[in-house]
């Protein structure tokens, strides 16, 4: 593990703009796409041992950037022209190198194009390369990568290397370190706000379907979700209106209508009621997080907001039901790769043989240990008591929920019951990790959208997030509520220091 060279492209104010400055620099000819790509791609040079991408493609990039000019000096503006972005790879990119973070899918190319990406790209932005990322997005600190772990770009006072959170941690630290102006993610179990909020950035996870799933490699299918990394609330709307959208080609995509996100920004908080959970105040949780989100309340108050305490009292089992339900979609939805249909083939004597061979060479401690939970659980002997167990608790759970949405319009809570840990600090147990997402699973077993703003510090100086959820299909409330306390936090990025 190396640390953080510094970057000498930090001294360019061009990567330090959010989406909305930037489409206004672009729109007065302040700077051109191309100018602003190489900006980006210069950073992605310096802070190459930051780890934050799995595959740069600064050729392709200067190509679309170089179309964006053209099309802005003819008037044809798109809605997100010019915008270089960082892309999970975990988003099938047509032609490029595809790995999901993983060996198992080395020399894969995908023939097609994801549905979110599609449309990022018909809204005219500029894609800078793939992500790193965890394993198959199985992880929280991006270390179960088969290309390395990221570096957060923020450092503790002890000047340790730390984890900028994960699985799309590559997408947050590009995001948060200047290596992309807003980048894709997805989020099964907190992927995008636990990252975001360990790097100081703000990070949505729509609905469930809101957002196609086509052509984003498959984790756990009812609960997997796009979203994105951004500098600030806004950004995330301007994305969403983008990435969001009905999809024929998944079955599970929403048939709705694609809100104006933007509108919404200045409409405050004023007569909302916002809901703050007694069971996610966990034992032993950091007092430096528990006054945050005593002040995010506050500052909501202030805003014309009514605070209540509200109870969602099947919370606890959130983290079991996920282990089970999550390792159970997993292990049938890794099983396609068996060394003949993509990437990596090791032989063997036999087809069994090479299986076998494929798999265990392929596949990371992380994911064969999630293959094995998941095809336990749902084995014969197994099933009721574990799998169909788990998916009646998650029935409990969405009803929670569905139950307090009747009294409250948007929920609070911190994001992370702990700011980022270094690196050679993290816990060695599966199950300490898989602790980071206790606050942000259940909106994923719910389906319901969060976003993670960041708020404050924590006592080692370390970015926090509170966390925002709405009701399903209602974004719009989180990024009224997203908005206000985004402005009362005044939260100053890794960027801006
Ligand atoms: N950290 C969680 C896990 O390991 C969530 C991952 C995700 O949201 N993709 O499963």
Not at 176 to 194: E, F, K, M, N, V
Not at 256 to 262: D, G, I, L, N
Request: hydrophobic content about 40%; proline content about 5%.
């Amino acid at each position: 593990m190396t640390s953080l060279a510094p970057n000498p492209a930090l001294k360019n104010d061009l990567i330090r703009l959010t989406l909305a400055e930037a489409k206004e620099g672009l729109r007065d000819k302040k700077f051109s796409s191309v100018e602003l790509t190489q900006a980006y791609l210069e950073s992605m040079k310096y802070y190459r041992n930051m780890n934050a991408y799995i595959l740069e493609t600064p050729e392709l990039a200067l190509e679309r950037a170089r179309e964006s000019d053209e099309r802005i000096a003819k008037g044809e503006t798109r809605p997100l022209e010019g915008m270089p972005l960082g892309i999970k790879d975990l988003f099938c990119t047509e032609g490029v190198q595809m790995t999901a973070g993983s060996h198992i899918l080395e020399g894969f190319k995908p023939g097609y194009e994801s549905t979110v990406t599609q449309n990022l790209k018909n809204a005219g932005t500029v894609f800078l390369g793939k992500t790193n990322m965890d394993e198959f997005a199985m992880g929280s600190a991006n270390i179960t990568s088969y290309f390395g772990n990221v570096i957060n770009p923020w450092k503790r006072a002890d000047g340790k290397d730390l984890t900028p959170g994960g699985s799309s941690g590559g997408s947050a630290a590009a995001v948060a370190g200047g290596l992309a102006l807003a980048a894709t993610a997805t989020d099964t179990g907190g992927s995008i706000r636990q990252p975001a909020a360990f790097s100081g950035i703000v990070g949505l996870k729509p609905t469930y379907g809101r957002c196609s799933r086509w052509g984003i490699v498959a984790f756990a299918s009812s609960l997997d979700q796009a979203g994105s990394m951004t500098r600030d609330v806004r950004d995330a709307a301007l994305m969403l209106a983008v990435m969001a959208g009905h999809d024929p080609k998944d079955s599970t995509s929403a048939p709705f209508e694609v809100p104006s996100f933007e509108k919404v920004l200045t409409q405050g908080v004023k007569g909302l009621k916002v809901g703050i959970p007694r069971e996610y105040r966990l034992d032993g949780m950091n007092e430096d997080i528990v006054n945050l989100w005593e002040k995010g309340a506050k500052w909501l108050k202030e805003a014309g907001a009514e605070i209540v305490e509200i109870s969602l009292p099947h919370t606890k089992y959130s983290l079991p039901t996920y282990y089970v339900l999550a390792p159970a979609e997993a292990s049938s939805n890794l099983a396609r790769y068996d060394g003949v249909r993509y990437g990596l083939r090791v032989p063997g004597k036999t087809l069994d043989e090479l299986y076998e061979n494929t798999r265990s060479e392929g596949f990371g401690t992380e994911v064969q240990r999630r293959i094995l939970i998941g095809t336990y659980v749902l084995s014969a002997g197994y099933y009721d008591a574990y799998y169909l167990k788990a998916q009646k608790v998650r029935a409990l759970i969405a009803r929670d929920f569905k139950l307090a949405f009747q009294n409250v319009d948007v929920i609070l809570t911190p994001t992370t019951p702990s700011a980022a840990f270094a690196l050679d600090e993290k816990p060695t147990d599966p199950v300490t990790m898989y602790l980071n997402d206790v606050l942000t699973v259940p909106a994923n077993l719910a389906g319901l959208p969060g976003i993670s703003i960041p708020a404050g510090l924590s006592n080692e100086g370390l970015p926090l997030g509170l966390q925002l959820i709405g009701p399903a299909f209602d974004e719009n409330v989180l990024f009224r509520a997203g908005r206000v306390l985004e402005e009362a936090a005044s939260f100053k990025s890794f960027l801006e220091r």
